[in-house]
């Protein structure tokens, strides 16, 4: 069963740093895309950027290019969503999701995180 | 970038009724679209890929059709589990750039 295990939730400070997981199983980790996903409160779902573990190629929606980093540690099938200096405005749930085809011609997210809810106080 | 609409944004349904989502894309995305479903609390499920083959798992009162620039996400007979907000999701682009989300449709009780 695929399966990606966000960490817990996080309540930090403005101006602190701050860096999340996803830890995903059952399936080749290095073979999937993950994605990161926003959900400010009341709000829809935003995409914010995607690696691919194997070779930890990168892609940043233009959103958020800059404002965070994604990285990941494919010897523990690992992903990571990281900031430097958190904003109030960075208060949100946040998904890991994965691609659902090995291929570029699958875009679908097929599995996702429990989410990791960020609370950010000014 | 490619901007999604989802109509209606409030849909109240009765349990047993038929329900029917539409999504507008901006610029053609061919079959290039998903959709979930979201409740609150819970992480976002896929329905439907590729505008209209279900994903493992879905039951069949879900289903999507369209292509271009205009889908359609019908629940044939809403079950109480079936009230959420729903997702389109386009993914054309991809991997040359990246991905984009509808609103929501929000489905409530009548």
């Known amino acids: 069963e695929v399966q ?3 960490s817990r939730a996080e309540v930090k400070k403005a101006g602190e740093s701050l860096k999340i997981s996803c830890k995903g199983s059952g399936y080749s980790f290095t073979s999937y895309w993950i994605a990161w996903v926003r959900q400010m409160p009341g709000k829809g779902l935003e ?8 070779d930890s190629d990168t892609r940043y929606s233009p959103s958020f290019q800059g ?10 099938g690992t992903a990571y ?4 200096s958190l904003e109030a405005s960075d208060t949100a749930i946040y998904y890991c999701a994965r691609l659902g085809a090995t291929s570029s011609s699958g875009g679908w997210f097929d599995s996702w995180g429990q989410g990791t809810l960020v609370i950010v106080s000014s | 970038e490619i901007v999604m609409t989802q109509s209606p944004a409030t849909l109240s349904v009765s349990p047993g ?9 901006s610029q053609s995305v061919s079959s290039n679209l998903a959709w979930y479903q979201k409740k609150p609390g819970q992480a ?8 209209s083959t279900r994903a493992t798992g879905i039951p069949a009162r879900f289903s999507g059709s369209g292509s271009g620039t205009e889908f359609t996400l019908t629940i044939s007979s809403l079950q109480s589990e079936d009230f ?12 040359r750039g990246g991905f984009t989300f509808g609103p929501g449709t929000k489905v409530d009780i009548k």
């Open chain 2, 44 to 51: 976002p499920r896929l329905l439907i890929y590729g505008a």
């Open chain 1, 67 to 76: 404002q965070v980093t994604i990285s990941a540690d494919k010897s523990i």
């Open chain 1, 81 to 84: 969503l990281q900031w430097t």
């Open chain 2, 17 to 25: 009724e038929r329900a029917t989502l539409s999504c507008r894309a």
């Open chain 1, 4 to 6: 990606l295990v966000q």
């Open chain 1, 47 to 54: 995409w914010m950027g995607i690696i691919y573990p194997g």
């Open chain 2, 84 to 95: 959420a907000v729903y997702y389109c999701h386009q993914y054309t682009n991809w991997p």
